[in-house]
């Protein structure tokens, strides 16, 4: 069992960056695949961005591709998004989660989900 929390979502005006946090409990994680995704309201949850557990390979959405960077820390059971040269149309909640099933790249595989964190970006 995996339990996730977000944070370091925030107000930023376009061109400005964040990073996301996500602090996971259980003994597991370091074992685990992780995700980010994102929703914005009227819209499909979308991926943004993955990574195997031991952090030797990741993923990207075309549309953060460049501007946004994944990485985790298992020995403090912790994942985290670098968010760069944001746009309005990242305005989204954002949510990490773990464990996918099957693709990584679809949010019905994953089995654990954070409560996600809102990050909103000005124009």
């Known amino acids: 069992q995996v339990q996730l929390v977000e944070s370091g979502g925030g107000l930023v005006q376009a061109g400005g960056s964040l990073r996301l946090s996500c602090a996971a409990s259980?003994?597991?994680?370091?074992?685990?695949?992780m995700g980010w995704f994102r929703q914005a309201p009227g819209k499909e949850r979308e991926f943004v961005s993955a990574i195997e557990w031991n952090g030797r390979n990741t993923y990207y959405a075309n549309s953060v591709k460049g501007r946004f960077t994944i990485s985790r820390d298992n020995a403090k059971n912790a994942a985290y998004l670098q968010m760069n040269n944001l746009k309005p149309e990242d305005t989204a909640v954002y949510y990490c989660?773990?464990?996918?099933?099957?693709?990584?790249?679809?949010?019905?595989?994953?089995?654990?989900w954070g409560q996600g964190t809102q990050v909103t970006v000005s124009s």
């Open positions: 989660a773990a464990h996918p099933r099957t693709d990584y790249r679809n949010y019905l595989s994953y089995g654990y």
């Open positions: 259980g003994r597991t994680f370091s074992s685990y695949f």
